[in-house]
């Protein structure tokens, strides 16, 4: 199941031949997870191209870590198959170029920072010889440099969450796994994390941002995936959300007798004095308030604006809420 | 360095900066001084205004040493499942698996790594504190233990069976859980193993058998009878082998080889079972 493709939204992933496969950053096709009698995920297909910033959004309980947690081989599938960087997800050869930030983040409380973040880059595998630049590097993007030798244990929670991601920025990965990145930040972390997104996009890598803080996704992310209920609800460019060109008319009384003389401008809908119309191109803005005096109305105000990445997620869940009722 | 080694030496490390190490290395040295204070006044003992005779001050020697080394193990024991309960259980638990695990290691690794650097810190506390409370025993009243080498070595095996089992334990249940119930299972094995014995003194098969099926089950009492059996001197054996019926201090027999391959054949089953636990752990 591909989901509810948007404007120019990605395809449901096909198999393809052996060098299409290897060329996603993560493949998957008809994942099923089940906790118990609980579906955690249902037939998800998901395809990421190298380079892309996609952002995973929906609501608590709709399978995005589990589907995270399947990609680095945490959780295995009941049923699907997944590929990461053109290697089986589970197998050690997917984890090779993998940065992974979990949602639970935690490190080994009597390790210093710099020790957890030498043991990762032993692990990563790091050359040795790179070793040392390696976590100096990633500490000093991660703003740790200062603390690298305090003990875990002492370290905030915001300042463990950094440390999450300077271990997930070692060796810089080709895919990066980012599960709730900013949960524990202040402002200025969030700042920062936004700030190495943008530089892994400059540098190609492809990262996986599965967050709640729907003002990231909407600054950080190329492409949405929306996950309801376990299954793919949207998938498609972040452009396609955001585009949608909108005008909310402001009546001097009710507004829904006023629905019919907008209908060839789209869904028109009425909430007590006000009608909204979605989709619409600016230039046509003079044409809706003539068709509206025309018709009787009494304008009071016109208001041009977006539908916010927020909006229209709302919309999205309310409408698969009311599909399942 | 390869990935077991990395966490064999993280499991050490662990193990001393939470200062475990520490808190075993304290309790052996107290256990040893103190029974090395009681060695040192044995030959001074006097029963009935009479110096006890050399074969009597052995006979205590032998009996007292058991009883020491079995308090040692005993600390060893309670220290290696609370070390190794945590290990895997508690990672699991507080979710700092889940970082390590993302990486390019396969649980193999992490678990051999872990086992072996259990085994090492296993290893290492019974020699030293082993061959010390045998040195001090044979210093102070000069009693000379017929196998100290097979004694340490297989304490060490004891202690290397009940770590194993704390680790399967921590895949199984949580950490805590675990460690109670390697220290009970320990703890119980011990007083089926002395069933066993009584049911030996007194003819008896079916009492005779609860040892027999305990030995198999858990093999630390039956180790614990080969060290027995290595500490003692056949000859103050055979000049008091009446006097010793039943005592859970003194074993005339050794062990065969068929049992110590069961042993070995027990911790490759347990430490595979492990393994298949936690390679299908999910987190």
Redesign the interface.
């Known amino acids: 199941m591909g989901g509810r493709a948007l404007a120019g939204a990605a395809s449901v992933p096909s198999r393809g031949g052996p060098g299409t496969l290897s060329r996603d950053a993560v493949w998957c096709s008809r994942l099923s997870k089940s906790y118990g009698h609980r579906a955690a995920l249902r037939l998800v297909s998901l395809r990421i191209s190298p380079g892309e910033v996609v952002g995973l959004l929906g609501p608590n309980g709709a399978g995005k870590s589990t589907l995270v947690k399947i990609l680095v081989g945490l959780v295995r599938p009941d049923s699907g198959e997944a590929l990461v960087l053109g290697a089986p997800a589970g197998r050690p050869e997917a984890r090779r170029d993998i940065g992974y930030l979990p949602e639970l983040f935690r490190y080994q409380p009597w390790l210093s920072v710099a020790e957890v973040v030498g043991l990762h880059a032993r692990l990563r595998p790091v050359p040795a010889a790179d070793r040392h630049g390696e976590v100096s590097r990633v500490l000093a993007q991660a703003r740790l440099a200062d603390r690298s030798g305090e003990r875990v244990s002492n370290l905030s929670k915001g300042l463990q969450q950094r440390l999450g991601l300077a271990v997930a920025l070692l060796g810089k990965p080709r895919l990066l796994l980012l599960d709730e990145p900013t949960s524990a930040l202040d402002p200025t972390g969030r700042a920062d994390v936004r700030a190495l997104i943008d530089e892994c996009r400059a540098e190609g890598t492809t990262v996986l941002l599965n967050s709640h803080m729907l003002s990231e996704v909407e600054r950080s992310c190329d492409r949405v995936v929306v996950l309801d209920r376990g299954a793919v609800l949207a998938d498609g460019p972040l452009g396609a959300w955001l585009d949608h060109d909108m005008l909310r008319v402001r009546l001097e009384g009710e507004a829904a007798p006023f629905v019919s003389c907008l209908k060839r401008f789209g869904e028109v809908s009425a909430h007590a004095r006000e009608l909204t119309v979605p989709s619409l191109a600016m230039s046509l803005v003079p044409d809706v308030v003539a068709a509206l005096v025309g018709a009787g109305a009494r304008v009071l105000g016109v208001e041009p604006g977006q539908v916010s990445l927020e909006e229209k997620l709302l919309e999205l869940l309310a409408r698969n809420d009311g599909e399942h009722r | 360095?390869t990935?077991i080694s990395?966490f064999a030496r993280?499991t050490v490390?662990?193990a001393a900066?939470?200062k475990v190490l520490w808190a075993l290395i304290g309790l052996a040295v107290l256990i040893i001084g103190l029974s090395f204070w009681g060695f040192a006044r044995l030959p001074a003992v006097h029963v009935f205004a009479t110096p006890l005779s050399a074969a009597n001050s052995h006979l205590a020697t032998a009996q007292l040493l058991g009883f020491v080394l079995f308090a040692l193990s005993f600390v060893g024991a309670l220290g290696m499942s609370f070390v190794a309960a945590p290990t895997i259980g508690g990672e699991l638990e507080?979710?700092?698996a889940?970082?390590?695990?993302?990486?390019?290691?396969?649980r193999s690794e992490v678990l051999l790594g872990k086992w072996l650097g259990l085994v090492s810190l296993a290893v290492a506390y019974v020699v030293i504190v082993g061959g010390a409370e045998i040195a001090a025993a044979e210093t102070g009243t000069g009693y000379q233990v017929p196998n100290p080498v097979t004694a340490v070595a297989l304490l060490a095996a004891q202690a290397v069976v009940l770590l194993s089992l704390a680790l399967l334990l921590s895949t199984l249940l949580s950490p805590m859980a675990a460690g109670v119930v390697a220290v009970g299972l320990f703890g119980t094995a011990w007083v089926a193993g002395l069933v066993g014995d009584i049911g030996h003194s007194l003819n008896d098969p079916s009492v005779a058998a609860v040892g027999t099926v305990d030995h198999l089950l858990l093999p630390t009492d039956g180790l614990w009878n080969g060290v027995m059996n290595a500490l003692d001197q056949t000859s103050l054996m055979s000049s008091f082998s009446d006097r010793l019926v039943g005592n859970p201090f003194f074993q005339t027999s050794g062990l065969t080889t068929a049992y110590l391959v069961w042993s070995a054949a027990w911790l490759i089953g347990v430490v595979g079972v492990t393994h298949l636990r936690f390679s299908r752990a999910?987190?």
Not at chain 2, 98 to 106: D, G
């Open positions: 360095m990935n990395v993280l490390l662990e900066r939470r507080s979710g700092v889940l970082s390590l695990l993302a990486r390019p290691v396969r999910e987190l």
